[in-house]
């Protein structure tokens, strides 16, 4: 199965900018679809960015829309998450994930349940 790590995450100022990574490893097949995705304290998980591997496109919430873009290096075989304008409302948990096939229906959704790989997760925290 894919194994995926995210890295990047730390405190950032509000307004500031961060880049998260997250390497893909584990298996030869390439992933239908990439994805990240955020989670706070007690609050419901939220996707807010998938790139569509086979397609090459990609699409973001609207909570993020404008200031998150998503992309990959197929080389090196690592997801990137560039923020920009990041608000106290962005400090969350982020994940990536990866998933072998997805319906197109659940990739525009950008749905947490096709997703069969995560990772362990990267804390950003933003400040005043």
């Known amino acids: 199965q894919l194994r995926l790590a995210e890295s990047g995450g730390g405190l950032v100022q509000t307004g500031g900018s961060l880049t998260l990574s997250c390497s893909v490893g584990g298996s030869s097949f390439s992933p239908y679809a990439i994805a990240w995705f955020r989670q706070a304290p007690g609050k419901e998980r939220e996707g807010i960015s998938a790139?569509?591997?086979?397609?090459?496109?990609?699409l973001y919430a609207d909570s993020v829309k404008g200031r998150f873009t998503i992309s990959k290096d197929n080389a090196k075989n690592l997801i990137f998450l560039h923020m920009t304008s990041l608000s106290p409302d962005d400090a969350c948990s982020y994940y990536c994930?990866?998933?072998?096939?997805?319906?197109?229906?659940?990739?525009?959704?950008?749905?947490?349940?096709?997703?069969?790989?995560w990772g362990q997760g990267t804390q950003v925290t933003v400040s005043s």
């Open positions: 994930a990866a998933a072998q096939f997805l319906d197109n229906s659940y990739f525009l959704s950008l749905a947490s349940s096709p997703y069969d790989y």
């Open positions: 790139l569509n591997t086979a397609l090459g496109t990609s």
